[in-house]
């Protein structure tokens, strides 16, 4: 087990969640399952693309927050897209700027790799350009990140 393992809370939700993850991500795993005293499933650490988490079925109690997200690194458009629809599927919740909320309030945000690529650029003015274009998306789209850093000042 990883030495440091996030820790989501979810309210009678838990079947749901693990469903959704490992549907979402190809490379994603219930790597145990913990019984409650009901015979109901209480707690369960699933990896999702190597990051193992620990899922517990609290009930009615403390509220995930987006002060927490999940980062997904993604390497295409096509990859973004996908995540979103899915990932806001069914009562989820689009943000700013590749952030999102799942349907049982998990904060993600859903980055392309080259983000912080062009976001670290030598050339300030270009890196702004990217900036402010990310500022104005909710869904990132790379198309539009790539012609804000091609513009010319």
């Known amino acids: 087990m990883q030495k440091v393992t996030p820790f989501l809370w979810f309210?009678?939700?838990?079947?749901?969640?693990l469903d959704l993850y490992t549907s979402v991500f190809p490379s994603s795993r219930v790597l145990a399952k913990q019984p409650g005293p009901n015979g109901?499933?209480?707690?369960?650490?699933?990896?999702?693309?190597?990051?193992?988490?620990?899922?517990?079925?609290?009930?009615?109690?403390?509220?995930l927050t987006p002060a927490f997200s999940l980062f997904v690194n993604c390497e295409s458009q096509t990859e973004i897209d996908e995540l979103w629809a899915r990932l806001t599927a069914d009562g989820g919740?689009?943000?700013r700027c590749g952030w999102l909320q799942?349907?049982?309030?998990?904060?993600?945000?859903?980055?392309?790799?080259?983000?912080?690529?062009?976001?670290?650029?030598?050339?300030?003015?270009?890196?702004?350009?990217?900036?402010?274009?990310?500022?104005?998306?909710?869904?990132?789209?790379?198309?539009?990140?790539?012609r804000a850093a091609a513009i010319e000042a």
């Open 93 to 95: 919740q689009e943000s």
């Open 11 to 17: 309210n009678g939700r838990i079947q749901e969640a």
């Open 40 to 63: 109901e499933l209480q707690g369960a650490t699933i990896e999702i693309e190597g990051q193992q988490l620990i899922a517990f079925n609290g009930g009615p109690g403390p509220q």
């Open 102 to 146: 799942d349907r049982f309030g998990v904060s993600w945000q859903i980055i392309p790799s080259i983000l912080p690529q062009l976001l670290s650029d030598p050339d300030r003015e270009r890196a702004g350009r990217v900036l402010n274009a990310m500022l104005q998306m909710q869904k990132i789209d790379i198309g539009g990140l790539e």
